[in-house]
């Protein structure tokens, strides 16, 4: 795939779209955000937060189905969406994503990389076409957002957000493809921020701990099939909406690093300060409690 540098907005394409008026009530109000992968999960309850906030928001997806029953559902509460069927590793799919931003709303103000496949495999079994797979929604599927998105967000002093994961501050077993992706995004942020310095642009990392899940929501296993993500007791999860709230005070805040839960901080603090200690944790969780990665 060749990815062409773009130094001005892409031009409309095709046909004209009926430009809709931007909610004016709210602290973000006159604001239009993208929140890729917001046809479910924290990615719905996300775009959810911040159309209840006053945002217009282009919401994003691979299921035509689900999508509009999420347009639907917002809708009916009253927020001002708009919907993009667009797989995010598809460059072109991108460009039309931040497309239907500018068409329909004029402006693109904040793009959330929320997208993203999951595994549940041990890289020994991994085939590489299933590690490719779930490396690429995790840094593809935020790169090409935002290179589309960047032209309008420079013009806007918008703001980014990559959404990571807790197991990006150190590795979790299990979950190797994964986990460096995320990563990926951390440094992605860095030099961004540094590159793009004194453009007003905000570039920030979330790392999220365990959150309730949809309950179709599903990962890949080693031979790249779709299954049900790990166990974990309820009582260890935020909720979607409790995260939602916590990105988007990140965003209106312009935090270069958010980590979620009390387990997230206490990853960070360990395996920045006593990393055999750390690893030992995880070799002990290994052994005793398998089913926790498997
Ligand atoms: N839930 C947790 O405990 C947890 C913990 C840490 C981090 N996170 C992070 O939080 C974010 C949201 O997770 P979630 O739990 O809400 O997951 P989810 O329910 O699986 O939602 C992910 C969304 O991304 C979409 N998506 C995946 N690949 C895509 C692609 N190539 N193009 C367009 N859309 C794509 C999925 O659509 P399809 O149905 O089409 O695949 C789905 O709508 C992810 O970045 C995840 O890594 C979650």
Redesign the pocket.
């Known amino acids: 795939m060749v990815l062409t540098q773009i130094s001005e907005p892409v031009a409309a394409a095709a046909a004209p779209v009926a430009r809709r008026a931007l909610p004016t009530a709210g602290p973000l109000a006159g604001q239009v955000a993208i929140v890729?992968?917001?046809?479910?999960?924290?990615?719905?309850e996300t775009a959810r937060a911040l159309c209840a906030a006053g945002a217009a928001v282009v919401l994003?997806?691979?299921?035509a189905d689900?999508l509009e029953a999420t347009r639907r559902q917002l809708e009916a509460a009253g927020a001002t969406v708009a919907t993009s069927l667009?797989?995010?590793?598809d460059y072109a799919a991108c460009e039309a994503l931040v497309q239907t931003a500018i068409q329909v709303f004029g402006r693109l103000d904040i793009l959330i990389a929320?997208?993203?496949?999951?595994q549940r495999a041990y890289f020994l079994d991994m085939s590489p076409e299933v590690f490719k797979r779930v490396l690429d929604?995790?840094v593809y599927?935020a790169v090409f957002p935002l290179k589309a998105a960047l032209p309008h967000l420079l013009k806007s002093q918008g703001s980014v957000t990559f959404?990571?994961?807790?197991?990006a501050l150190n590795g979790m077993p299990s979950g190797s493809a994964?986990c460096a992706g995320?990563a990926a995004l951390t440094n992605l942020a860095h030099t961004l921020r540094l590159e793009l310095d004194g453009t007003g642009v905000h570039f920030g990392v979330v790392h999220?701990?365990?959150?309730?899940?949809?309950d179709d929501?599903?990962?890949l296993d080693a031979a790249g099939q779709p299954v049900p993500?790990a166990y974990?007791k309820p009582r260890w999860?935020k909720t979607?909406a409790e995260v939602a709230a916590i990105i988007l005070r990140h965003i209106r805040k312009r935090k270069q690093r958010t980590v979620i839960s009390a387990l997230g901080w206490l990853i960070a603090i360990v395996h920045g300060n006593f990393p055999r200690l750390g690893d030992w944790v995880v070799l002990t969780t290994m052994r005793r409690m398998r089913n926790f990665y498997e």
């Open positions: 890729t992968g917001s046809e479910s999960g924290i990615g719905r994003n997806g691979r299921r689900c667009a797989d995010i590793t929320n997208a993203s496949i999951s929604s995790n599927g959404i990571s994961s807790i197991s994964y995320k999220i701990g365990f959150t309730e899940n949809d929501k599903r990962v993500i974990r999860q979607q």
